[in-house]
């Protein structure tokens, strides 16, 4: 026979709400990739696509499929990353390919593990899921920089892979500054730097829906692994926080 007296009552808990995140998107012509990626993000969660300039009709499409659409007009990589996390609101915030390498329905583990206390910024290390999906330059490029970032930070990190999560108060407050490739080296570098914790748990890494703009080509992966390395060149700098927000349509 269940108790259901009022002293009982009090003793029984509603578990607490899964927490929610902003999911950043950085896009240039992905529109073929968009709606398999935005159709992934959880329930609940907002998804800000940041149209980096392109003319296939992305952002029409993104707004069309419920997304927020930030307009970055600086090429880059990290410029549409960070013009995203300028957007965001939500407490955790996460970056993830618009290529549809990457599966977004994983993210709610990264910020599971966020809220746990688990560690404070989590990376996405990407597992090849059959032949082509990660290029060998790519990869060669990535063990290098793996290999340079753990002499300047001691982190035994084996991937700087673009699908990661963290604090949107804590990301602001590293004082990003790279606005090209170098931009997801620089958060785990000043992430080191001032102490948080870093992470890295594996995700499936897909062959993307149409061409690569970054490690698709030996040159692109020469420009990437360039600007990382003058990421690591710099010296520690302090942190500080951007008020400048890109225009949003949503």
Known sequence: MTDSSPSNALHRRAPAPAPVADVVLPCLDEAAALPGVLGA????WRAIVVDNGSTDGSAELARALGATVVHE?????????HAGLLAADAEFVCFCDCDGSLDPALL?????RLAAGETDLLLGRRRP??????PLHARLGNLALSRMLRRRT??????????????????????LTDRRSGYPLEMVVRASDSGLRVA????????????????GTWRGTWHAVRDMRGVLRRPQASAGVSAVRPPVSR
């Open 200 to 215: 890295e748990t594996d995700v499936p890494y897909l062959s993307r829906t149409g061409k690569s703009k970054v490690t």
């Open 154 to 175: 001691g982190l035994r990190l084996r991937d700087l892979g673009p699908m990661r999560a963290g604090r949107r108060e804590e990301l602001l407050a590293l004082g």
């Open 129 to 134: 899921q059959g032949r082509g999906a990660w």
């Open 73 to 81: 007009p600086r090429r880059g990589f990290g410029a549409a990353c």
């Open 41 to 44: 993000i959880p329930d609940g």
């Open 108 to 112: 709610p583990g990264f910020v599971g």
